[in-house]
């Protein structure tokens, strides 16, 4: 005789399902060693709030975040197992240079980090410095097409335009091998999209990582039936595969480059082994495989383009936006520059109102505003008072940073002067205490390895447009609204804003 009649079974296991759902609640909730941490029921027990706003919803935890700090104060638990701080004396102890918190590999992934040691000095200021002609002779370009473009057609994608000469700059300074977007019909439209729609599965992952092993295997052709812009994406690990070929031949072949690259700095140098506890820290000539060349290369451009394109379109559109702020940052421009082809960063840099142009470019659009979630090391760590344990998943945004009231009065305002020092010792101290808030390209170790390239773009764009161009508008087709920020990995406008378009004063009516 059976026990358990067949419906007697699936009400059992469905009770067994509910106490197990319970015990987890409950334990997550109160016994768990981050009960004590204030924060919103839903969000201490499941990561599911978060999948739902930065998955669902596409990367609008930025914009709930301050809302949870203000109800539940500077230490929010974001998720069983994560804390998020918004208090900025704390950016220094998680961000700091040789720090023991680890980036969280479960959000990182493959990304977890480029080979610092190897790529560090060629993406130092010397170095960049060396090579700046290569980003003065793209934005030359840009503004040339720029000019064609308001001539021939009345209007400028300056969204797209700005993305692929970051592509350009990136495949020219890194590769030796550029690839040539700003002279694609479409600047590369779909290379930028593929980047983006990626960026939309990660929330996914992170909670469920066997998707992105699912992922992982789908053959390529099937990417490309379902996505068609993927091609693209495609095409262009196909010229870095290549590139890795060529190179690991050249140098096989004792063969010395007109140019070093990143492939060469990967290849050819040697690296401390990590791996090797007999190595003793020292330096051995390790060869690293074509895949891990190849990664690091994707991380290098993918990181690259968007980051500054947005940033520095930012600060375009605010410029164009407020005749003063033009007006001001022309007349600069043109004091220093009497000719507008002898530009350079170390005399730009030198400009205080193009300075806080940039810097405000940087604050209100910072190219990654989300998250950047850490390990807390072994010996734990205590924020505001409150204790955390090792292993706590503990994060700090830009965004909140850069909209922090006490440093930056008005945050929402693109206001270039909050950086302009006038000689008046409490400006001083207020622009020290900014400097303190102002984290776009992170701090520490870990923070961005292009953060030089990238600055030398903003200066050469800013400069080389507004010394140039003095009578350019914004498309009357396009809003403040199309550039709120959502937070994927990097941070983008929402999918359905318009594209950024330029146009030459009275030059465009709506609709045109
Ligand atoms: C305005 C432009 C940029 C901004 C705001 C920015 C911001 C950042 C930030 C905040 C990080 C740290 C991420 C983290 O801690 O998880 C980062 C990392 C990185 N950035 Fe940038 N970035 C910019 C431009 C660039 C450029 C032009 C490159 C090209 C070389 C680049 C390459 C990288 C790489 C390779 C990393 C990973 C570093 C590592 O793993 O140690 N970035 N960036």
């Known amino acids: 005789m059976a026990f358990f009649t067949l419906p007697s079974f699936w009400v059992l296991c469905l009770g067994a399902g509910i106490s197990y759902l319970g015990y987890v609640v409950i334990y997550r909730r109160y016994f768990h060693p981050l009960s004590h941490v204030p924060g919103p029921f839903l969000w201490s027990v499941s990561g599911l709030p978060i999948v739902y706003h930065q998955g669902i919803r596409e990367g609008q935890l930025i914009h709930v975040l301050p809302n949870l700090h203000a109800i539940y104060g500077p230490v929010v638990r974001i998720a069983p197992d994560q804390i998020h701080l918004n208090d900025p004396v704390n950016y220094e102890k998680v961000y700091n240079v040789g720090s023991k918190y680890t980036k969280d590999p479960a959000f990182y992934g493959a990304l977890e980090g480029v080979r610092r040691g190897a790529l560090n000095p060629f993406f130092s200021r010397r170095s960049v410095l060396d090579l700046e002609q290569i980003i003065w002779s793209k934005t030359g370009k840009l503004c040339s097409m720029m000019r064609s473009s308001l001539d021939a057609d009345g209007v400028f994608d300056i969204h797209h335009a700005i993305r692929a000469f970051s592509v350009d700059i990136i495949t020219e300074y890194a590769y030796a091998r550029c690839w040539n977007q700003m002279d694609m019909g479409d600047f590369g439209a779909d290379y930028q999209e593929a980047i983006r729609t990626v960026q939309t599965f990660l929330p996914f992952f992170h909670i469920l990582p066997f998707l992105g092993d699912v992922f992982s295997l789908v053959p390529d052709w099937l990417i490309v039936r379902v996505f068609p812009k993927f091609q693209m994406w495609l095409d262009s690990n196909e010229l870095i595969r290549k590139a890795v070929t060529e190179v690991r031949k050249e140098i096989s072949q004792g063969i010395k480059p007109a140019r070093r690259t990143i492939f060469h700095e990967l290849i050819d140098t040697p690296v401390t082994n990590l791996t090797d506890p007999n190595a003793d820290g020292r330096k051995q000539h390790q060869t690293l495989s074509d895949e891990f060349v190849f990664a690091d290369a994707i991380n290098v451009t993918g990181a690259g383009a968007e980051t500054t394109g947005s940033t520095a379109n930012r600060a375009i559109f605010e410029v164009l936006s407020n005749p003063v702020i033009y007006h001001t ?184």
């Not at 009497?338 to 209100?364: Q, T, W």
């Not at 950024?500 to 009275?506: A, E, L, M, Q, S």
């Open 329 to 512: 940052l022309k007349a600069e421009l043109t004091q220093a520059f009497p000719n507008p082809e002898a530009m350079s960063l170390p005399a730009l840099e030198k400009l205080p109102y193009l300075s806080g142009v940039i810097k405000e470019g940087l604050r209100l659009n910072p190219g990654l505003p989300g998250h950047l979630p850490r390990v807390v090391p072994a010996s734990g760590a205590s924020f505001n008072g409150i204790g955390i344990p090792p292993g706590t998943v503990v994060s700090m945004s830009a965004w909140l940073m850069h909209h922090n009231r006490e440093a930056f009065p008005d945050p929402e305002v693109f206001d270039p002067t909050r950086w302009v020092d006038n000689d008046d010792e409490d400006a001083a101290a207020k622009i020290r205490a900014r400097e303190r808030c102002l984290v776009p390209f992170g701090r520490g170790s870990r923070n961005c390895l292009g953060q030089n390239l990238a600055m030398c773009e903003l200066y050469a764009t800013a400069g080389g447009i507004f010394r140039r161009f003095e009578d350019l508008e914004v498309h009357p087709d396009f809003g403040r609204e199309d550039l709120r920020m959502v937070e994927l990995l990097l941070g983008y406008h929402p999918r359905n804003a318009r594209r950024f378009r330029i146009v030459r004063k009275g030059g465009v009516a709506i609709g045109g």
